[in-house]
């Protein structure tokens, strides 16, 4: 998927992802609280976790978690090297397909961190 507008894809998939909340709320609510807990700094801080999520939404492809990740990688500080960093290692465990989508989280990386 290429799109070139990362803050709609987010708004939208938003809207979508309210509906589904709306229709199960007690999976939508453990699935919030997990995601926080995976996400809160331990013995790996924040950033470093987002930036995981972001390797395994490229190698995964998945144009939702791109554009949720990169923002809350760049929300804890990550920068364009780091990003780029973590686009080599999802390229790495998932190949050529990885390589294109690593260029669709760059282009939101970058789309996003001008923002």
């Not at 453990?30 to 926080?36: D, E, N, P, V």
Request: a negative charge; hydrophobic letters at 50%; aromatic letters at 6%.
């Amino acid at each position: 998927m290429a799109t070139t507008n990362w803050n709609d894809l987010i708004s939208q998939t938003s809207g979508r992802m309210a509906a589904v909340r709306a229709g199960m709320p007690d999976v939508a609510a453990g699935f919030a609280q997990l995601a926080k807990a995976a996400i809160a700094p331990g013995a790996l801080d924040s950033k470093t976790k987002e930036l995981i999520a972001l390797a395994i939404g490229i190698a995964a492809r998945c144009d939702g978690c791109l554009a949720f990740h990169v923002k809350a990688a760049i929300r804890y500080g990550a920068t364009r090297e780091e990003v780029l960093e973590t686009i080599g290692v999802a390229v790495y465990m998932g190949g050529g397909p990885s390589m294109i989508y690593g260029a669709e989280a760059l282009d939101a990386y970058d789309a996003l961190a001008a923002a």
